[in-house]
């Protein structure tokens, strides 16, 4: 089946054309959103969500980029709102806790986060690597993650983030320069 | 101490993590119990239009059916003045 009939059947709600569409896309889907959200469970839960959309907006599926173009951008969209309206509501506890003088310490460290793909002797780095990551502008992370989670390459990139390949290039590079700069912070901290 | 191309080699070949076997499942319940509360965009448009038509239309009515009075009652008025309907005697009650 090409992709043309496979759009076609899903315009039509065809079930298994939907349920082939979650069991090749739920694992490239759930590791864009583990990258960007950086926790299993809000992952799974978010790759629920893009399915869910994929769903019920597939009739607005216009067929000018690939079907995995279009997935990855909604992974991408609901990651970003995921974590935006996680942080709305850290600074509403925030205010709320000024307010009311409650006790307890709020949660505001990320953590360790161990992504279930890396090899085992790499784990620590690549753990040191995500903190790092998490610091990033919502555009260079977005680019980072798909790039080097997804093997994307800086067409498709564009493509996902609707923006030209110059911005993707230029993306990487100062991503790289800001994850260059909190790791040297990160290690002169660590010498102390 | 680490450089920072071998921390960022650390996430090279990452492996995808595998999905939960349950979330087929879980996508499909959550599309049938969400149909009903989702709405078409353009229904709700729809929706949304037909109630500004209609209440647009009610304004318009209510407009002209105050001009009308206002006239009827200017007309009344001039009729009885010009039958000399009240005079002198004619008790105002207002």
């Not at chain 1, 067929?63 to 995995?68: D, Q, R």
Request: charged share 25%; with cysteine.
């Amino acid at each position: 089946m090409n992709e043309q009939e496979w759009i076609i059947r899903l315009k039509a709600g065809d079930e298994p054309a939907f349920k082939q569409l979650v069991s090749e896309f739920e694992r490239k889907v759930l590791n864009t959103c583990l990258g960007l959200l950086q926790n299993k469970e809000d992952a799974e839960d978010v790759t629920q969500d893009v399915f869910v959309t994929v769903y019920q907006s597939i009739h607005q599926f216009k067929g000018e980029s690939k079907l995995s173009t279009w997935i990855y951008r909604i992974a991408v969209t609901k990651s970003l709102e995921y974590i935006r309206a996680k942080n709305r509501k850290k600074r509403f506890a925030f205010f709320q806790k000024l307010f009311t003088n409650e006790q307890g310490e709020l949660q505001n460290d990320p953590g360790h986060f161990d992504h279930p793909g890396v090899q085992l002797e790499n784990k620590e780095r690549a753990a040191t690597l995500f903190k790092a990551i998490d610091q990033l502008p919502e555009r260079q992370k977005s680019a980072f993650i798909l790039h080097k989670l997804e093997d994307l390459s800086y067409v498709e990139i564009a493509e996902v983030l609707k923006v030209s390949v110059a911005s993707v290039e230029s993306l990487m590079v100062r991503a790289k320069q800001n994850l260059q700069k909190s790791l040297g912070d990160y290690y002169k901290k660590n010498e102390k | 101490m680490s450089t920072y191309s071998e921390i960022e080699n650390s996430i090279k070949g990452i492996q995808r993590p595998e999905a939960d076997p349950y979330l087929y499942s879980k996508i499909f319940n959550r599309i049938q119990t969400g149909a009903e509360e989702y709405l078409e965009p353009k229904f709700v448009w729809i929706t949304a239009c037909s109630f500004l038509i209609l209440i647009a239309l009610n304004g318009l009515i209510f407009q002209k059916s105050r001009i009308v009075t206002q006239t009827k009652q200017q007309e009344v008025k001039q009729l009885s003045n010009a039958m000399q309907l009240i005079n002198e005697n004619t008790i105002n009650y207002n």
